[in-house]
């Protein structure tokens, strides 16, 4: 060492997203190009690093740190402390961690980064043509892992033993691949096949399942987090074969586009769309379409496209292979939870693929793609799986971050979340748990992340929902781990998670919270959807919202909606036979809601956008999924006119007694609007005004009431682009602040997060 230079020894701890990313042999390469001696190791708070050497050496050292920490890491502290060592080591080593359970170590899956795909594009290669290529930046993560802490023999990996020029790379702390724990090659990883009907195709698995494609074929390939369906995203015959066998009619599919280039040619790509499709994430992301080549039953009805980058080797070098863009559904019959192992996918999908793009590396956990969209300068997620869980999100400002809690989230995309020393930790989507295979998925995938992250819940959150099925697994969960039930509110739920979504601190002043979704339960015992709240972390006031209206026929109602226009027209005063747009017994019904029969009330927005599209002859005798009505409303309304809204009324719960059919003056606009002959491209605009405008002043006039300046919009008719928008620059334009959803869905699909948060405040 120099005898001039100041001698300076300390200690770095470095807490964050830090372990499984490569981050160890990062701190190796910066601490030798600096010239200091020292250690770096991984332990239960993060990493480590001992470092002795020149002063400005060291400070370009932790400036190189915090500018170019490797892809998959976030440094969220740095913390300097001396260092004094028995005596100095003479050169710097990465040391093995202590034995003991780390704290940290579950990451996201991430999408092949540019250096894996030149390795597996570059014929002199080793890895050349190689599906399976990863490295520290890059690769499978939480899909691969049994327990931690991460290592190979934790993984899916176990089987694979690494051929020597593998172990090398493994070794070495200058190779990327340094403690990759999936690093593997052709020789010694896993392998690909293709299989048909009559056993195994003999021939390159690649070439020929991209021949089959181009001839419009159905292919099963095995993905990173379950299977897909796929088939020429160009080829309406095959889009429609395999709608057909998959007995999915309605919801649009997902396409994996080629590389950006061809994302460019299909829709409008913004900088910021072209930044979250090529993130390591690699989301489905939502992009206005374009005229092109895409088959129509692609996406129905709809002017937005999601569009996804390959993102694992297989990918790559499938869509290469094929060139095209292909439509990449989740591979599930129906409602089922998305197939993952070999056996399960030839059992389920064998009546619609024509043949299976199989490997034998196991997937552990299953894992969708993540959907999102840019929108109000941000990237938004609708759907938080792969790439993004299990990534902790920050616990907002004044909540205690020691607590052991699990939250069991909806009945309806669902997703539960815990609590851990890093942050909030929202498990992967699961989907819809009507049916015994998806509750199973549900239980495994709480059981898996509570063993990962080894929470014993002291508090279990649940909804208030007596049916829903994760209420009833939470309390027995409650029960048996003695810990606390906390019955939280569905719509007090939904405003929580926006909340803490935008990182709202616990002790801030109660906000107008605007809760618009399908149907919850509300404190009062019927079905809400449609509500004005003053909700802080703690509690929750209805203070106005839509009137409730009979849902004849209950959950059928939901499924059909024309019942709610019927039920719309009957609660306005107005009669459902004269409107002349009802298409079933509408006798019948009037007198089931009359008398009461099976006709719970709801005060729901969802079954609202369900009637006014039933009015308009948009799928009024069915739905084929929640949400299909309103989206098809949305589309409409985006090529209508800027045009005056209807005069929508709400409720004021403070006295609600004497309150006249409030809807009876949109209803009879409407009608008229109809009567005349008017477009309704024209009179779903209205429809959206109408109800954005009552929604934004009935916010403004409580803000003023109370004195907040802050408005939180949440639930699943946020999802409504057009709706937002309206809304949040109405209430903009009145000087408030608005919070919107960005790192969870504003559907039930970010529940869980919410009820978590209640559970931590109420318990403070
Ligand atoms: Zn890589
Ligand atoms: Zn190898
Ligand atoms: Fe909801």
Redesign the pocket.
Known sequence: MDAQSTFIACTLRVRGLVQGVGFRPHVWKLAKAAGLVGTVRNDAQGVLIELAGDAVALATFEQDLRQHAPALSRIDAIERQVWLPDRFPDAFSIVESKAGKAATGVVPDAATCPDCLADITEPTNRRYGYPFTNCTHCGPRLTIIRQVPYDRASTAMAPFT??P??AADYEDPADRRFHAQPN??P???PQLWLEGPEGNVDADPLAAGADMLRAGRILAIKGLGGFHLACDATNEAAVQRLRTRKRRNAKPLAIMVRDLAQARQLCEVSEQDAEALSSPQAPIVLLTSKACTIAPSVALEQRHLGIMLPYTPLHHLLLRACDGPLVMTSGNKSDEPQAISNDDARAQLGGIADAFLMHDREIVNRVDDSVGRVEQGAFRLMRRARGFAPAPLAYPAGFATDKRVIAMGSALKNSFALTTPDGIVVGPHCGDLDNPQAARAYREGLALFQRLYDVTPEMVCVDSHPDYFPTTTGSNLARDADALLVRTNHHHAHIASVLGDAGYRLDGPPVIGVALDGLGLGPDGTLWGGEVLVADYRSAERVAGLPSVALPGGERASREPWRNLIAHLHAAGLDPLHAGCASGPTGLLVQMIERGLNAPGASSAGRLFDAFAALLGRHADRVGFEGQAAMALEALAGSGPAENGYPVALVDHACADTAPPCLAPFWRAALHDKAAGAAPSRMAMRFHRGLASAFADEAVAQAKRIGASTVALSGGVFQNMLLKRLMVEALRAQGLQVLCHRQVPANDGGLAFGQLLIGLAVSQ
């Open positions: 690494m051929c020029a593998c593997a090659c020789d010694c990883g």
